[in-house]
């Protein structure tokens, strides 16, 4: 059977999961959110990570329905950790080009945060730079819908994209997250330290946070940290985990 029919039963038969990568704000070493990202726990293969699949969901169009249920099951876990005690997080959530311009996406989000209870000023959506190149009346349209909703909005990956800075001015954007292929040469590569310099510099003129993502070393904490970049995650701090593991992580004191 094709993938897509897997695929259409895997959402079916509830084989999705999420986890959760906490993200860290560099200064008091705090955690002040946490990224959800989907796994397919397959029958016969174990767990799938997204590039394996979330594509073929774009192709077919099932990326919709499983966008769905991720927003909705991260919204009710973040709400879920903030009853049970848990000081409040910003939970961050990867949307594609594709669910952006899927009928009802403003109208699904607003009904989600209803059911759910989640504070609009905790869910964080995570963009690409494609979706905001799109330049069209009803990117800008949505992105305000979402900012007037109180919805925090990032750009993933940043500066991998086309990287026009000209949608930096037109859209409102609260985060920048610096792609890891950047932080990972920070450290033998003067270009890249520049780099991930000037993106640290443009969030700070811009009055945008600047997240680190794939921080590994206890050298690139300290060199993000000396360059003022507000937020990190990857493994130095911790990998993504099991929504069951995530309380005993804070607990502990990452
Ligand atoms: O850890 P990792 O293998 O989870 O993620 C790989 C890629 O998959 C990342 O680029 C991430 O943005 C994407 N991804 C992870 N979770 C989701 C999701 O829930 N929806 C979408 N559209 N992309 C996701
Ligand atoms: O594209 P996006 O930034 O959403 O994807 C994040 C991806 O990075 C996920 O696949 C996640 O599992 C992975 N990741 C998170 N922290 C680290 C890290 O420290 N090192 C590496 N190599 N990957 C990481
Ligand atoms: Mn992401
Ligand atoms: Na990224």
């Known amino acids: 059977q094709s993938i897509e029919t897997e695929l259409r039963r895997a959402l079916e038969r509830q084989e999705f999961v999420l986890h ?69 997080l910003t ?34 959506l995570e963009m690409t730079e494609t979706v905001l190149m799109s330049d069209s009346a009803s990117t800008n349209s949505v992105l305000n819908a979402l900012v007037d909703m109180g919805i925090k909005l990032a750009i993933d990956d940043f500066g991998t994209g086309y990287s026009s800075l000209t949608y930096l001015r037109q859209y409102p954007v609260d985060a920048l997250k610096i792609d890891q292929s950047f932080v990972r040469q920070m450290t033998s590569s003067t270009d890249s330290t520049s780099i991930v310099d000037a993106v640290i510099n443009l969030g700070i003129n811009l009055k ?28 130095y701090f911790s990998p993504p985990v099991p929504a069951g593991e995530f309380a005993a992580l804070l607990q502990s004191g990452i």
């Open 208 to 235: 945008k946070r600047t997240v680190a993502e794939g921080i590994e070393t206890a050298e690139q904490h300290a060199l993000l940290l000396a360059l003022h970049c507000d937020e990190g995650q990857g493994y």
């Open 20 to 88: 959760y990568q906490p993200v860290i704000h560099l200064l008091s070493g705090k955690t002040v959110g946490v990224e959800a990202l989907i796994r397919w726990q397959h029958p016969e293969h174990g767990i799938l990570l997204p590039d394996e699949f979330v594509p073929i969901a774009e192709e077919c169009g099932l990326i919709l329905p499983m966008g769905r249920w991720v927003l909705r099951e991260a919204c009710s876990q973040a709400q879920t950790w903030i009853q049970a005690g848990i000081p409040p």
């Open 91 to 124: 939970v961050a959530i990867n949307t594609s080009a594709f669910e952006f311009r899927g009928k009802n996406f403003v109208e699904n989000i607003r009904a989600t945060l209803a059911e759910t209870g989640l504070a609009p000023h905790l869910l964080e």
